[in-house]
């Protein structure tokens, strides 16, 4: 951190965690997650037809994306993926994106 030239130099805060779903947390956990500028929790068990819901309640000074869950079987909780957030003071480029099954990408 510092300033260089009139420059602001600080670092940027990275979290990454394993969350065992998002559905289960509560105030507290998210606003931990404000501390930080870009955000990848992990093992979110979220199907791509719950994620209007859930990112309703997410916290909106992110732009969240989500790697959709997938059902091994007909029965069953879907497993694993990621979501990303990324504060929305930093500008996310779009430009040349690639999408990759199990990918998610914030540039």
């Known amino acids: 951190m510092g300033k260089k030239n009139g420059e602001d130099k600080r670092g940027l805060k990275l ?30 068990w979220i199907l791509e037809r719950d994620w209007n819901k859930l990112k309703d309640v997410l916290p909106k000074e992110f732009q969240w994306k989500l790697e959709g869950a997938k059902k ?3 029965k069953g909780r879907a497993k694993g993926r990621i979501m990303t957030g990324v ?7 779009e ?5 990759m099954e199990g990918m998610v990408e914030n540039n």
């Open 15 to 44: 979290l990454f965690w394993n969350i065992a779903s998002p559905k289960k947390k509560d105030n507290l956990f998210w606003d931990y997650v404000k501390n930080f500028d870009f955000v990848g929790p992990t093992e979110t």
């Open 72 to 74: 091994e079987k007909r």
């Open 87 to 93: 504060t929305k003071d930093i500008k996310e480029i």
């Open 95 to 99: 430009e040349g994106a690639i999408e």
